[in-house]
T-cell receptor
Framework: DVKVTQSSRYLVKRTGEKVFLECVQDMDHENMFWYRQDPGLGLRLIYFSYDVKMKEKGDIPEGYSVSREKKERFSLILESASTNQTSMYLC????????????FGPGTRLTVT | EDQVTQSPEALRLQEGESSSLNCSYTVSGLRGLFWYRQDPGKGPEFLFT???AGEEKEKERLKATLTKKESFLHITAPKPEASATYLC????????????FGSGTRLLVRP
């Protein structure tokens, strides 16, 4: 079974803090994704990585950055957290041959106060 | 504008009561439509891929169909375990990895 794990299920941070969300997959997948999920808006892609150190911006990259130093690990960084970044953050992975069959982690519910 | 709209937003069924969820899309040149299931507190789980109008896929009590403008997820005689949010997504035009997601249908099946 593919397993995608995320470092925290729940996180509460203060405005202005630097926040790190980590994602690890154990299936040697090349592709990794970070999404945020908000009620009524669906899942929106923040960043995508197709290989170590390679990344592409998604639809809503503003206020976020990412790091992929190892194939199995993909980190999302909020440089200076703001209240409008309160959301559910989901990490996913997939293989290049089936980029849309994505395996998701359980999510991190981040609250910024 | 490329868009995916799912209806209804929420659906309550009695156990055994069959129904359908709708996913309508407006994208130029559909190259793939995907259904996911999301249980509360969990990430989405991939269910089906559909590529062309007329295509159908089945898995247990679920059947997904595709026309030129919409897809249906038919749920036959559901059990309470089918309760979840069902997400529809389409491949974004011009991208080899981006999906455009709908906001989902929350399904509750009562025993």
């Amino acid at each position: 079974d593919v397993k995608v794990t995320q470092s925290s299920r729940y996180l509460v941070k203060r405005t202005g803090e630097k926040v790190f969300l980590e994602c690890v997959q154990d299936m040697d997948h090349e592709n990794m994704f970070w999404y945020r999920q908000d009620p009524g808006l669906g899942l929106r892609l923040i960043y995508f990585s197709y290989d170590v150190k390679m990344k592409e911006k998604g639809d809503i990259p503003e206020g976020y950055s990412v790091s992929r130093e190892k194939k199995e690990r993909f980190s999302l960084i909020l440089e200076s957290a703001s209240t409008n970044q309160t959301s559910m953050y989901l990490c996913a992975s997939s293989i290049p041959g089936s980029p849309y069959e994505q395996y998701f982690g359980p999510g991190t519910r981040l609250t910024v106060t | 504008e490329d868009q995916v709209t799912q209806s209804p937003e929420a659906l309550r069924l009695q156990e055994g009561e069959s129904s359908s969820l709708n996913c309508s899309y407006t994208v130029s040149g559909l190259r793939g439509l995907f259904w996911y299931r999301q249980d509360p507190g969990k990430g989405p789980e991939f269910l089906f891929t559909l590529y062309s109008a007329g295509e159908e896929k089945e898995k247990e009590r679920l059947k997904a169909t595709l026309t030129k403008k919409e897809s249906f997820l038919h749920i036959t005689a559901p059990k309470p375990e089918a309760s979840a949010t069902y997400l529809c997504a389409v491949q974004a035009p011009g991208s080899s990895y981006k999906l455009i997601f709908g906001s989902g249908t929350r399904l509750l099946v009562r025993p």
